[in-house]
């Protein structure tokens, strides 16, 4: 069972940056594929982001691509969401995932953090 605990949200004026952490507790941390979801209020949760476990190759949404960059320290068992250009839009709760799939519907990934709150202010 893997336990996933985000961290770093809060809130931030339009164009500013935040930086994301999760730490995962698996000792077997390296071979899953992680990922950033969100989800704001009276809307589904959403694909942010993907890093593979193996090529450590990445994947965005359209809305966040060239803005967020998702990275991972294995050695640390950590997994980091770098946001920046923010926009009001962005508002949500962050989540932190994990999975031994490559799908990125949230069904997908069977574990979850608590989530992190991020406000982004016009």
């Known amino acids: 069972q893997v336990q996933l605990v985000e961290s770093g949200g809060g809130l931030v004026q339009a164009g500013g940056s935040l930086k994301l952490s999760c730490a995962a507790s698996?000792?077997?941390?390296?071979?899953?594929?992680m990922g950033w979801f969100r989800q704001a209020p009276g809307k589904e949760r959403e694909f942010v982001a993907r890093i593979k476990w193996s090529t450590s190759s990445t994947y965005y949404a359209d809305s966040v691509k060239g803005r967020f960059t998702i990275s991972r320290d294995n050695a640390k068992n950590t997994v980091y969401l770098q946001m920046t250009s923010l926009k009001p839009e962005d508002t949500a709760a962050y989540y932190c995932?994990?999975?031994?799939?490559?799908?990125?519907?949230?069904?997908?990934?069977?574990?979850w953090g608590q989530g992190t709150q991020v406000i982004v202010s016009s």
């Open positions: 698996e000792r077997t941390f390296s071979t899953y594929n």
């Open positions: 995932a994990a999975t031994h799939s490559f799908a990125v519907e949230p069904g997908s990934w069977p574990y």
